[in-house]
């Protein structure tokens, strides 16, 4: 079966603009989470979506949003993007939509801020 | 603050050696994941270790649950070059539903 996808795999922005980055979960998988991944930073959460309505935030900006549609689908926004937005975007799907449960990553969004 | 620690960070050891990898938290955890991420992928879950106390074997890897649950420890007998790699550890805090990563382990096993 098919597993997350996540486009772009890679984007050069510069700074002040907004980018978007999509999200295809395992079919039959409602929970859809993102996580920022930086060398010095490692893994932090951003979100969490279940059933189109987020469960769950980390402590970033609101300039970091995120939404999920009907078909579990997420999608997440930066605004105004600053030079340390630089980083990879890893999405997760998982079936039970509880923390503690396996997360299935898809392989990144990888944004470049000049 | 990291809520989970892991140590080392990095680590780089010939083909053949032994190590271990720990996770520690001032945190209670109802249970600990184990994840490994290889360059240009998403990170793929090893094991979750739910019991206080619970060792679980994967092949040549040793993972244990510490008794008061707040902390984890990953062995690897005999290292080869495919155990390469960034080795994470996570866990979602009894009061919250969010999974959080520790910074990571970056293992470099030499041939």
């Known amino acids: 079966k098919a597993g997350v996808t996540q486009t772009p795999r890679y984007l050069i922005k510069t700074r002040g603009q907004q980018v978007t980055l999509s999200c295809s979960p395992i079919?039959?998988?409602?929970?859809v989470s993102w996580y920022q991944q930086t060398p010095g930073q490692g893994l932090q959460f951003l979100f969490e979506?279940?059933?189109?309505?987020?469960?769950n935030k980390g402590n970033f900006p609101g300039r970091f949003s995120g939404r999920q549609f009907s078909n579990s689908r997420s999608e997440m926004n930066v605004s105004t993007l600053e030079l340390g937005d630089s980083a990879l975007y890893l999405c997760?799907?998982?079936?039970?939509?509880?923390?503690?449960?396996?997360?299935?990553f898809g392989e990144g969004s990888r944004l470049t801020v000049l | 603050t990291q809520l989970l620690e892991q140590s080392p960070q990095f680590l780089s050891i010939q083909e053949g050696e032994n190590l271990t990898v720990y996770c520690n938290s001032s945190?209670?955890?109802?249970?600990l994941q184990w994840y490994r991420q290889e360059p240009g992928e998403g990170p793929v879950l090893l094991v979750t270790?739910?019991?206080?106390?619970e060792v679980k074997k994967l092949k040549r890897l040793t993972f244990q649950f510490g008794d008061a649950r707040k902390d984890s420890s990953l062995h690897i007998t005999a290292a080869q070059p495919g155990d390469t790699g960034l080795y994470l550890c996570?866990?979602?805090?009894?009061?919250?539903?969010?999974?959080?990563f520790g910074q990571g382990t970056t293992l470099q096993v030499k041939p």
């Open positions: 997760a799907s998982s079936l039970a939509g509880k923390g503690a449960g396996e997360l299935f």
């Open positions: 079919s039959g998988h409602r929970s």
């Open positions: 979506y279940f059933s189109e309505t987020q469960r």
């Open positions: 945190s209670v955890f109802s249970s």
């Open positions: 270790v739910v019991t206080c106390g």
């Open positions: 996570a866990g979602a805090p009894s009061n919250t539903g969010k999974l959080i």
